[in-house]
């Protein structure tokens, strides 16, 4: 069993990222640097993998900072425009 959850916990973030750039949402490269920094962090002894997996999640939320996420109607059907600023 814990193969198995130590499994599902290494692929559920590069999985979700290729999803989300297969729906070209995201390029692929956040992808392919999470998948490397998970192994850098397995693999690099005296916590230096630890750094690199920790730098992979920095360039990830820079790129999840930079979408456009829309604002949907409670609807969901249409684009609604932000609220104005006071």
């Known amino acids: ?17 290729l999803a989300g750039w297969r ?10 640097a999470v998948a490397v920094g998970e192994v850098c962090a397995q693999a690099v002894p005296d916590g230096f993998g630890l750094l690199l997996w920790a730098l992979a999640l920095a360039a990830v939320t820079y790129v999840l900072m930079g979408l456009e996420w829309p604002l ?9 425009a932000p609220p104005p600023a006071p």
């Open 1 to 17: 069993m814990f193969i198995t959850g130590f499994g599902g916990f290494l692929l559920a973030l590069p999985l979700a990222l």
């Open 23 to 32: 729906a070209r949402l995201l390029p692929l490269w956040p992808a392919i």
């Open 72 to 80: 949907a109607s409670p609807a969901g059907l249409e684009e609604t």
